[in-house]
């Protein structure tokens, strides 16, 4: 039965992130986290793994397919600075369980968690009203990839939410070609952050059978968002991913006040 939950959570995050973009580990992580039945650091694990198999999978298809709306020019700088960022927030989250306990750990990952969607969400709802830059500075597009590299590997969400809200607001782009340069982003600062666990040897004990079950779920997901996110039009798109960000504020509402109370 508790196999069945994760991969439950995988597939299902994982249908919704590879729709809007987000990776499926800001649902994966807080989730996982209000279940309670792994400790933070194998949480951060699994979710990071789940959401690089979704990820590469959704990119690699949409190349293959010839459907990418990845702006490379832009795309790979940003690619680039998350991937460095991946390696700086996994060590910093490295430090942080050393240094303290696993729940102050996940406590102020949920608060962090619970600022920046709440932030995405409410620049969501007013962003048609704000205006937004359109960068092509490479130095620029190497520091934002770098900070988004930064929080998605620290809190093993993958990029999330934040991702599509400095991607309208930085670049201007539409939500579907924001959610695909959103999991190109990811796939960088997640494979730098697994390299850093496996060479750190810092790599959780974690049964491999619900390893591989989330990934798979992870893949799966992916295929079938991908296969949603081509029937629903644009405005669906960003309803489901405003709807999806409340959840997750209650979520992490839960978690702070189960970590930290």
């Known amino acids: ?3 069945l939950i994760f991969f439950v959570i995988s597939f299902g995050a994982s249908i919704v992130g590879a729709i809007c973009g987000i990776g499926g580990g800001v649902i994966i ?13 194998t949480i951060n694990f699994l979710s990071g793994t789940t959401v690089l198999a979704m990820s590469v999978c959704s990119f690699v298809t949409a190349r293959l397919k010839k459907e990418s709306l990845v702006d490379m020019r832009i795309g790979t700088f940003l690619a680039l600075g998350a991937a460095v960022g991946g390696v700086m927030g996994k060590s910093l989250f490295q430090l942080l369980t050393g240094a303290y306990d696993q729940r102050y750990v996940g406590g102020v990952q949920a608060i962090c968690l619970l600022i920046v969607t709440l932030g995405t969400l409410i620049y969501t709802l007013v962003k048609e009203r704000l205006p937004s830059l359109h960068v092509t500075s490479a130095p620029v597009c190497l520091l934002v ?10 809190l093993g ?6 991702n599509l809200g400095v991607l309208f607001f930085f670049f201007s782009m539409p939500v579907k070609t924001a959610a695909q340069n959103s999991l190109y982003i990811i796939l960088f600062s997640q494979i730098t952050s697994l390299v850093q666990t496996i060479a750190t040897a810092s790599v959780p004990k974690v049964s491999v059978f619900l390893l591989a079950l989330m990934v798979i779920g992870g893949i799966g997901g992916g295929v079938c968002g991908r ?6 039009d644009a405005e669906k798109t960003n309803r489901l991913f405003i709807v999806l960000m409340a959840v ?5 509402i839960y978690n702070t006040y189960k970590y930290l109370a």
């Open 1 to 3: 039965m508790i196999y």
């Open 29 to 41: 992580k807080p989730v996982l986290d209000a279940f309670g039945l792994l400790d933070v650091k």
């Open 145 to 154: 990839g770098l900070v988004l590299g930064i929080l998605s590997s620290f």
């Open 157 to 162: 969400i993958g990029g999330g939410p934040i």
């Open 227 to 232: 296969k949603i996110s081509r029937k629903i």
């Open 248 to 252: 997750i504020i209650f979520i992490n």
